[in-house]
């Protein structure tokens, strides 16, 4: 369903990716690992398009989405749409402060209704399905009690709940995580994994850079492995975690096993 | 006796409120667009912004509004002030430039302080630029705004003040003429006095007003 082919990034001088590759399949969850300064969020950000790829291309579903070389694949407007392939819960969340939770689920379902030709038509009922399937969302993801309370009122593992809610509010086909559980203490670290988890069990195609390894091995069908922004090792889960043939894997996850596994 | 004073002051007073309020409605939208000027790509434009705005809020207001009542009538062939009302619409004009270098400074720190994960938050869902700026955006910078505005307002209605440098009668100078009569030591602490008063109870209102908007943003932080 997901084709990365060779990308690359530069900032200035400094190679933050190097020819990047690796494809994922429809219902999968992708785990990607690795340390620090590794290239991994700047991957997630290319997909989203927060940043443009110096090279390589980026196919969803067989048909080109991007293309570094190709200029008529980065026209403004259409990148907007396309954008709507992926969905991107952020690292620190970025919540609309002044929007109340389910304000913020249901916000740009609202603008992207005002596009639909029918909209004034059935300007009623399409604002009562966004309202109602955000009503669900924030369920799902255990915030029923909370979603008429504002960010600042809610504790940091809510807040990522509701960033994962307002992500799925959009049906993406490829849901990514920039490590989910960074800045949460251990007791909000579950209840966010427990989320991901669900959503895994549901075979949402899901994309996790993540920090927390025994999370990886479980949920994800599939790790990536990325140092100095090149993918070192890729593979099925638990054969990369547990059996690491690359020596910079080893002695990278090593420093992980004594502490989580 | 009192209701002579009063009625002067009345009069000064309103021309004083006159000021303040053209300088507010140019100061406001012209601060605006000095701070996209600020925040230009462009750096021919921001280097001449800055520069505008350094001077600006570099000197004394009151000798700004010096040179442009005085200079015009020297360097031009015809004195644009030698008009009805010309003492005010210099005052008008010096200071609006002034406080809209202030303000442009004030929404530059409102616009750069919403973080740009805002912005990609919006890019993300599929927002338009202009999606972005009026639903994401815009309340976040109102709120940054409007405690050190509110502080910039209060001040320019004490400011309003030098305008008499140029010998507009504003609310200082009514009360000012009064202290030159024969009416012994009340005849120079009262109408003074009373001068004070005018401004406190203005800004008491203006104080008041400012509250009231930061305790309708403060639903959010």
């Given at each position: 369903m997901l084709e990365v082919k060779n990308i690359s990034k530069k900032f200035g001088t400094t190679e933050?990716?190097?020819?990047i590759n690796f494809t994922l399949e429809k219902g999968d969850a992708l785990a990607i690992i690795g340390s620090s300064g590794s290239g991994k969020t700047t991957l997630l950000r290319c997909l989203n398009f927060l940043e443009k790829p110096n090279k390589g291309q980026i196919l969803v579903d067989g048909k080109?989405?991007?293309?570094?070389?190709?200029?008529?694949?980065?026209k403004e407007n259409e990148i907007r749409r396309k954008r709507l392939h992926f969905g991107l819960v952020f690292q620190n969340f970025n919540l609309f402060p002044q929007y109340t939770a389910k304000e913020n689920v249901m916000l740009a379902s609202q603008l992207l209704a005002k596009e639909r030709e029918d909209y004034k038509e059935k300007k009623k009922e399409i604002l009562a399905e966004i309202t109602a399937e955000a009503e669900d969302l924030l369920t799902q993801v255990g915030l029923s009690e909370k979603m008429d309370l504002y960010p600042h009122q809610l504790s940091g593992g809510q807040c990522k709940r509701v960033a994962i809610a307002r992500a799925l509010a959009l049906h993406p086909e490829i849901l990514c995580f920039d490590e989910p559980t960074s800045a949460l203490d251990p007791e909000l670290t579950g209840e966010v994994l427990k989320v991901i988890r669900s959503l895994a069990e549901k075979d949402t195609t899901m994309i996790i850079v993540t920090h927390e390894m025994a999370f990886a091995r479980d949920v994800a069908d599939k790790v990536v492995f990325m140092d100095e922004g090149v993918v070192v090792e890729e593979g099925p889960a638990h054969e990369v975690i547990e059996?690491?043939?690359a020596e910079r894997t080893r002695h990278f996850l090593a420093r992980y096993s004594q502490e989580q596994m | 006796m009192f209701a002579t004073v009063l009625q002067a002051l009345n009069e000064g007073f309103f021309e004083t409120l006159k000021l303040f309020a053209v300088t507010l409605l140019g100061a406001l939208p012209l601060g605006l667009i000095i701070s996209f000027g600020s925040m230009s790509k462009f750096s021919p434009l921001r280097w001449l912004t800055h520069g505008i705005v350094w001077i600006i809020r570099g000197t004394p207001l009151m000798l700004q509004l010096i040179i442009i009542f005085y200079v015009p009538g020297y360097i031009?062939?015809?004195?644009?002030?030698?008009?009805?009302?010309g003492r005010f619409w210099a005052a008008a004009v010096a200071f609006i430039i002034n406080y809209a270098c202030y303000f442009s400074e004030i929404y530059r720190g409102g616009i750069q302080g919403v973080p740009v994960g805002q912005q990609e938050a919006g890019q993300v869902l599929g927002m338009t630029k202009t999606q972005i700026f009026f639903k994401v955006t815009l309340m976040q910078m109102v709120k940054r705004i409007v405690p050190p505005m509110s502080n910039e307002i209060i001040t320019l209605v004490k400011d309003t003040?030098?305008?008499?440098?140029?010998g507009w009668q504003e609310l200082i100078y009514a009360g000012y003429a009064f202290m030159k009569g024969s009416h012994g030591y009340a005849g120079l602490y009262w109408p003074l006095l009373f001068t004070g008063l005018y401004y406190l109870l203005f800004n008491g209102l203006l104080t008041i007003l400012f509250g009231r908007i930061e305790k309708k943003l403060s639903y959010f932080r």
């Open positions: 933050v990716l190097k020819d080109l989405i991007f293309d570094a070389d190709d200029p008529s694949t980065q059996n690491p043939k | 031009l062939p015809q004195n644009p002030w030698a008009v009805e009302n003040a030098i305008a008499r440098m140029i």
